[in-house]
T-cell receptor, first 112, second 114 residues
Framework: KQEVTQIPAALSVPEGENLVLNCSFT??????LQWFRQDPGKGLTSLLL?????REQTSGRLNASLDKSSGRSTLYIAASQPGDSATYLC???????????FGTGTRLKVLA | GAGVSQTPSNKVTEKGKYVELRCDPI?????LYWYRQSLGQGPEFLIY????????DSGLPNDRFFAVRPEGSVSTLKIQRTERGDSAMYLC????????????FGEGSRLTVL
């Protein structure tokens, strides 16, 4: 069964810390992986998309890596700010299907 | 449009009623997805379209749920005989094509069945 797991489920850090969010997936046959941010009661905002042929993508203070062989992706957030507080979700696009499978998310709180 | 638009943003209905949720994707995006999200959970796949046809509707929970996209743009998710368990956030997303790029989501439609 194709599953996506995100650890930790919740994380609270002081402002300024660098942090890593984890996403693991079963089955390495994927075509891409996407990281999203979701604020309470809102839709999802795309952060980074990594194609299966890529190892990482960067946007500002965010860096996402992909290791298909181990079934893992990490989202690195540098110099965290209170405005980064949100739930972060990863979604995996498995080969042979076009329906993305989501993890349950990591709820991040950055304390001022 | 500039982004994915979903209406209504909130819908409160009574058990047994019929509900329609609308999604207007980004102009030029041929792929359209519907997801459902319960509190504290990740989005759960319902159905996706490539153009006008439902390419995969395996996530629809039962035959009370149906979705259409008659002209390959706007889509409507229809729920008959609503149940309290249908209460959730319904999210729509679009992309340039299947397997060809980022998913862009709307703000969702919050459905509450009393």
């Amino acid at each position: 069964k194709q599953e996506v797991t995100q650890i930790p489920a919740a994380l609270s850090v002081p402002e300024g810390e660098n942090l890593v969010l984890n996403c693991s997936f079963t089955d390495s046959a994927i075509y891409n992986l996407q990281w999203f941010r979701q604020d309470p009661g809102k839709g999802l905002t795309s952060l980074l998309l990594i194609q299966s042929s890529q190892r990482e993508q960067t946007s500002g203070r965010l860096n996402a890596s992909l290791d298909k062989s181990s079934g893992r992706s990490t989202l690195y957030i540098a110099a965290s700010q209170p405005g980064d507080s949100a739930t972060y979700l990863c979604a995996v696009g498995y080969s042979g299907t076009y329906k993305y499978i989501f993890g349950t998310g990591t709820r991040l709180k950055v304390l001022a | 449009g500039a982004g994915v638009s979903q209406t209504p943003s909130n819908k409160v209905t009574e058990k047994g009623k019929y509900v329609e949720l609308r999604c207007d994707p980004i102009s030029g995006h041929t792929a359209l997805y519907w997801y459902r999200q319960s509190l504290g959970q990740g989005p759960e796949f319902l159905i996706y379209f490539q153009g006008t046809g439902a390419a995969d509707d395996s996530g629809l929970p039962n035959d009370r749920f149906f979705a259409v996209r008659p002209e390959g743009s706007v889509s409507t998710l229809k729920i008959q005989r609503t149940e309290r368990g249908d209460s959730a956030m319904y999210l729509c997303a679009s992309s340039l094509g299947l397997n060809t790029g980022e998913l862009f989501f709307g703000e969702g439609s919050r459905l509450t069945v009393l």
